[in-house]
């Protein structure tokens, strides 16, 4: 099954910081892990996982040691919905 990566209004804009940043690297990191995204949202690189307690249906994937993209996944409609690209536990 393949799954369709849609992002929100905030992640698209933090794509568009990443490109500005000019980070070649990072930049192809963050669309390898579009490319798992569409093959298999719960597992892969980037210590993908669930968080905990009031985000409990949010997973997480580290970018870097400074950045981690935040997503959901909805199965039925198999969308993986990409919320943020920027900071790593409320450093924004």
Same mark, same amino acid.
């Given at each position: 099954?393949? $799954?369709? !990566?849609? *992002?929100?209004?905030?992640?698209?804009?933090? /794509? %568009?910081?990443? &490109?500005?940043?000019?980070?070649?690297?990072? *930049? @192809?990191? &963050?669309?390898?892990?579009?490319?798992?995204? %569409? @093959?298999?949202?719960?597992?892969?690189?980037?210590?993908? #996982? @669930?968080?905990?307690?009031?985000?409990?249906?949010?997973?997480?994937?580290?970018?870097?040691?400074?950045?981690?993209? /935040? $997503?959901?996944?909805?199965?039925?409609? !198999?969308? !993986?919905? !990409? &919320?943020? *690209?920027?900071? #790593?536990?409320?450093?924004?």
């Amino acid at each position: 099954m393949t $799954y369709f !990566v849609e *992002l929100d209004p905030e992640a698209e804009s933090n /794509l %568009e910081d990443h &490109i500005k940043a000019g980070n070649k690297t990072l *930049l @192809k990191k &963050i669309y390898r892990l579009f490319e798992e995204l %569409e @093959k298999h949202p719960e597992k892969g690189t980037g210590k993908p #996982h @669930k968080l905990k307690y009031e985000q409990a249906d949010i997973w997480s994937r580290n970018i870097d040691d400074r950045h981690r993209m /935040l $997503y959901t996944i909805d199965n039925e409609k !198999v969308t !993986v919905f !990409v &919320i943020s *690209l920027w900071g #790593h536990y409320g450093d924004k």
